[in-house]
């Protein structure tokens, strides 16, 4: 059995040594490496070499750019093409990667659908990008037509569909029976061993630079199946990303001198992937929204360490990720994060093909609809009471005229500014097109529901609610209190904007109540089986984001704030057990 210069550096002189942040520190572990190692095999280049990945991921169709909370003006695609250009200009092999999601999130994909974003791929000159859950939105059939629409190879090992599907389109014609095992629908249920599947996209590729191989690999969260509607992705189902590595790579270590793991798992996964695949050299990863400025290193039992890498999210960074060997094998790596700066420079080409774009979207999306005394920001919606979760929950409600609302945190994507708030604000901040609806609960259910949301605080499927309070304790949902309805508003008998009051009459457990909801949480999405199982749903059509329209509009006087109607009492220790920390 052949052993690699590393391994025997590694045998003879310890792991210390493992990694090194610079060039000059591969110098140094090259002196000391064991006699016969410096050339390393002849299929792979001679003496110390270098291969550049920069990189994205969960650019969320964010092509203009942005202000950050602090006031920067930040991300842009044409900023990070003119960015991309630069670094590429400094020579060498270099890869242009995606970690996924690249759509979803402004009105650019409202009204285009992922067509610009899809286009641009291909004329900054993206290898490959990883198949993200908001590849699925608008469901299997229209991301096919995305996907033939660029020649960028679209990347997932553990995504499949069925063999007779149209969108069934993934080079390899048969899936490894141990990549399957547990494959489950979207929207659940395991898929029984005897229905044929196919690769939705290409589960890799194998790319050349300078006389280097190079395989690239897609995976994607296997929590597909409960994050995305089921609807119009009847037939998809995802595998354990572990699972379809483990049966990957072995084979793409035989075939390339590099293997890269482009991954739509979030860091935490990322993780244990490592420690559960050997053979990656890295991986660069998407999902979690992480800003990694340094690579983070992760050790395979008995295996050697791999770099880690993510650039956060809306294309405020490109990354820039160097892989260093002598070999077979890489040896070190050497990352950080480069802020993508509109005044530092704009491809003026890319930036011609966003204008002409942004010059079709309606001027209406200019519109005001609302001035804010202070900016709303997004952040901590998994932390329990919040001033933005709160108000949407409060629309939802309000359009309906439900007892209770609601709402996920996921769907809530951004701030809203200072000053005035247009339409293309609230286009943003509630960015899918998520239709209301109405469903009937006993109060056994109602109960059952919100001590789901206790169970979820601080983690992803936590929701927001309005027409009820409750207090968070040991684990569930105690005190839970259903507002009283005023009787002030017109002879109507309902309040206007959701109540302010902590008011309240305990759940009936006998009593129907008529629950509020988004389509999305009514199919089961984000695991609210509560809600998917209710008795009967009345779907009415309104989209969430054309509601919350029309209720700032209705009330110029609303304040978005915190009014204690989700509390959280116990010990420190509790609170940590929950998993309660910043968003991701």
Known sequence: MKVTCVKRFRNEF???????????????????????????????????????????????SHLDPFE?????????????????????????????????????????????????????????GYDAIALGNHDLDDGAAAWRRRANATRTPILSANVFAVAESAWAGGSDPEIASAARRGAKWIGGGKVPPDVTLRYL??????????????????????????????????????????????????????????????????????????????????????????????????????????PIAQAGSLGRYLGRTTLWWSGERAATAFGRLLPVRPEEGEDAAVEAVVASYRS????????????????????????????????????????????????????????????DVSERDILTMLPFDNRLVVVSMTGAQVQRLLDRLARRLGKGGFGHVSGVSYVIRGGGADEARVWRWSDEEGGEGRERGGSRSRDGDPIDGNRVYRVATIDFLADGGDAFDEVRDAASQERTGVVLSDAAIAFLRAHPEYSFRKDGRVQWRGSGKALRDMGLRSRR
């Open 68 to 124: 950050t909370s602090a006031g920067d003006r930040v991300g842009g695609v044409a900023a990070r093409s003119a960015l991309i250009g630069r670094q590429r200009a400094l020579g060498g092999r270099v890869l242009l990667l995606d970690a996924g999601d690249l759509v979803q999130g402004t009105p650019f994909y409202n009204r285009f659908r992922g067509e610009p974003d899809h286009r641009l791929l291909d004329l900054l």
């Open 360 to 419: 079709q979207l309606s001027t209406d999306l200019d519109r005001i609809v609302f001035r804010s005394p202070r900016r709303v920001e997004a952040t901590s919606l998994r932390e329990g009471d919040s001033p933005l979760g709160n108000f949407v929950a409060d629309v939802i409600r309000d359009r309906t005229r439900a007892d209770l609302a609601v709402m996920n945190s996921g769907g809530i994507r951004a701030p809203l500014p200072a000053g």
């Open 201 to 306: 996209a290409a589960p890799y590729t194998i790319l050349e630079r300078g006389g280097l191989r190079i395989a690239l690999f897609g995976l994607t969260t296997p929590s597909l199946d409960r994050i995305v509607a089921r609807g119009p992705n009847q037939g998809v189902a995802v595998g354990s990303a572990v699972e379809a590595a483990q049966e990957l790579v072995p084979r793409l270590r035989r075939q390339a001198d590099l293997v890269i793991a482009l991954t739509h798992l979030g860091v935490d996964e990322d993780r244990w992937l490592v420690d559960h695949v050997p053979g990656i050299d890295l991986v660069i990863g998407g999902h979690s929204h992480t800003p990694l400025f340094r690579p983070t290193l992760e050790r395979a039992e008995g295996g050697r360490a791999t």
């Open 14 to 60: 310890g792991m210390r040594a493992r990694f090194f942040a610079t060039a000059a520190g591969l110098l140094l572990l090259l002196a000391g490496l064991p006699p016969g190692c410096a050339a390393g095999r002849q299929a792979a280049p001679a003496g110390i070499d270098s291969l550049v990945v920069l990189h994205t991921n969960d650019v969320h």
